[in-house]
């Protein structure tokens, strides 16, 4: 049972779900918000999505949760907890007694995960994602409340090595903590043919060596030192792809920089458009100063596109080889110059780029999650009893 949060997560149950080896329902809590409509902005969204829904099959609860203004960090594991209380209460009453919970990102829903298996009496597997393992704990409250989350939990999961040593720098033990890292959707994330990659070019209007920028308009993204790179960079263009409040702060930008002539925001593309997008690119780069496991690397790779990236924890685990890319020298706009001009002179068969990502498929994700709740259970049930619900 967990909350949704993003489509890697969604990936990871599905992928999960279609080993025909566990059962599973979702209860993914959303804010409470009375009105709908586009003047509302997300908390409008919120207010449109239903109660419950079927998405690959799977049963998705969505209680609400009430969100408290100013001091909403702090209360929300208790919230969030309460939320879904009396849904998993009626979640077993109706013959669905589950085994483990299972949730995704340490806080705040780790820790109201780790509150309803106390109530419940169920064990909990609690997976680090990012910023909840390397920014939030630098505030004392929500650092003691992860501890107490994973004094109890089960079993532990992150995404990548870095998170992991923050939990153990938190004092967690070595062996409570599983490093499975996110996969991608080879199918579908995929090579462009040559005409293809042709016509997408001409979609998204690219006629230079062309880099994109993917992610929320948000200042840790680094779209921003993208476009200041694009000084040191004049035969390139870029695209950036997503939504926000830096939207105007980035077209400005471009405007101040002289390069607005060579940058294109495209908004928010949906997911079923980024291998195109991908495809048509050249190299994607990521000045991000927080990740974890960041997946359009992934999913750029897959394309066959390299990438560029900042070194910041887990991505020098997914950018290992010339194949995949390069790390940039330093997380600034000279830095992403250095780091492109870098690519462009020794750039990757887009072939090889493709053949790298495909050492990352779910597979041994979704059999490490396998192997996890089974050593789990079998330390909960008598001998020679089996059990494959999550």
Same mark, same amino acid.
């Given at each position: 049972?967990q909350p949704?949060?993003?489509?890697?997560?969604?990936?990871?149950?599905?992928?999960?779900?279609a080993?025909?080896?566990?059962?599973?329902?979702?209860v993914?809590?959303?804010p409470?918000?009375?009105?709908?409509?586009r003047?509302?902005?997300?908390y409008?969204?919120?207010?449109?999505v239903?109660r419950?829904e079927t998405?690959h099959g799977?049963?998705?609860?969505?209680?609400r949760?009430?969100?408290?203004?100013k001091i909403?960090?702090?209360?929300?594991p208790?919230?969030?907890?309460?939320?879904?209380?009396?849904?998993?209460?009626r979640i077993?009453r109706?013959?669905y007694?589950?085994?483990?919970?299972?949730?995704?990102?340490?806080y705040p829903?780790g820790?109201?995960?780790?509150?309803l298996?106390?109530?419940?009496?169920k064990?909990?597997v609690?997976?680090? $994602?990012g910023?909840d &393992?390397?920014?939030? =704990?630098a505030?004392? @409250? #929500?650092?003691?409340?992860i501890?107490?989350? !994973?004094a109890?939990?089960?079993?532990?999961?992150t995404v990548?090595?870095?998170l992991k040593?923050?939990l153990?720098?938190?004092?967690?033990a070595?062996?409570?903590?599983?490093?499975?890292?996110?996969?991608v959707?080879?199918?579908?994330?995929?090579r462009?043919?040559?005409?293809?990659?042709t016509?997408a070019?001409?979609?998204y209007?690219l006629s230079?060596f062309?880099?994109?920028s993917?992610?929320h308009?948000v200042?840790?993204?680094?779209?921003?030192?993208?476009i200041?790179?694009?000084?040191?960079?004049?035969?390139?263009?870029?695209?950036?792809?997503?939504?926000g409040?830096?939207?105007?702060?980035?077209?400005?930008?471009?405007?101040?920089?002289?390069?607005a002539? $060579?940058?294109?925001? &495209?908004?928010?593309? =949906?997911?079923s458009? @980024? #291998?195109?997008?991908y495809g048509?690119l050249? !190299?994607?780069v990521?000045a991000s100063?927080?990740?974890?496991w960041?997946?359009?690397?992934?999913?750029?790779?897959?394309?066959?596109t390299?990438?560029v990236?900042?070194?910041?924890?887990?991505?020098p685990?997914?950018?290992?080889?010339?194949?995949?890319?390069?790390?940039?020298?330093?997380?600034?706009g000279?830095g992403?110059?250095a780091?492109?001009?870098t690519l462009?002179?020794?750039?990757?068969?887009?072939?090889?780029t493709?053949?790298?990502?495909?050492?990352?498929?779910?597979?041994a994700?979704?059999?490490?999650?396998?192997?996890?709740?089974s050593?789990?259970?079998?330390?909960?049930l008598?001998?020679n009893?089996?059990?494959?619900t999550v």
């Amino acid at each position: 049972m967990q909350p949704i949060h993003g489509v890697f997560v969604e990936n990871r149950l599905r992928h999960l779900a279609a080993t025909g080896k566990v059962e599973l329902k979702v209860v993914a809590p959303v804010p409470w918000f009375p009105f709908s409509g586009r003047w509302a902005g997300r908390y409008g969204v919120y207010a449109t999505v239903p109660r419950q829904e079927t998405r690959h099959g799977i049963t998705v609860e969505h209680p609400r949760y009430p969100i408290v203004p100013k001091i909403g960090m702090t209360v929300a594991p208790i919230l969030l907890a309460l939320s879904q209380r009396a849904t998993i209460a009626r979640i077993i009453r109706e013959g669905y007694d589950f085994d483990v919970l299972d949730a995704h990102y340490f806080y705040p829903d780790g820790v109201a995960a780790a509150l309803l298996g106390h109530w419940f009496n169920k064990p909990v597997v609690i997976t680090g $994602r990012g910023t909840d &393992l390397s920014h939030i =704990p630098a505030f004392n @409250l #929500p650092r003691r409340q992860i501890q107490w989350a !994973a004094a109890r939990a089960a079993g532990m999961i992150t995404v990548c090595q870095a998170l992991k040593d923050s939990l153990v720098d938190l004092g967690v033990a070595d062996d409570r903590v599983t490093v499975l890292r996110n996969g991608v959707d080879l199918e579908a994330f995929r090579r462009l043919s040559d005409s293809e990659r042709t016509a997408a070019r001409e979609k998204y209007g690219l006629s230079r060596f062309a880099l994109g920028s993917v992610g929320h308009l948000v200042e840790r993204k680094g779209h921003h030192l993208v476009i200041e790179a694009l000084r040191e960079l004049p035969s390139a263009q870029l695209i950036i792809a997503g939504g926000g409040p830096e939207h105007h702060r980035l077209m400005s930008l471009a405007q101040a920089q002289g390069v607005a002539d $060579r940058v294109r925001l &495209l908004g928010v593309v =949906p997911h079923s458009e @980024l #291998p195109n997008l991908y495809g048509a690119l050249d !190299a994607l780069v990521l000045a991000s100063s927080r990740e974890g496991w960041a997946n359009v690397l992934l999913e750029a790779m897959a394309c066959g596109t390299p990438v560029v990236a900042s070194r910041i924890w887990g991505t020098p685990e997914v950018v290992s080889e010339p194949a995949a890319g390069v790390l940039m020298p330093e997380r600034s706009g000279a830095g992403v110059a250095a780091g492109v001009k870098t690519l462009m002179a020794a750039m990757p068969n887009r072939a090889a780029t493709r053949s790298y990502a495909e050492r990352f498929s779910w597979d041994a994700t979704t059999e490490g999650q396998l192997g996890l709740f089974s050593a789990i259970m079998a330390r909960r049930l008598p001998p020679n009893v089996e059990t494959a619900t999550v």
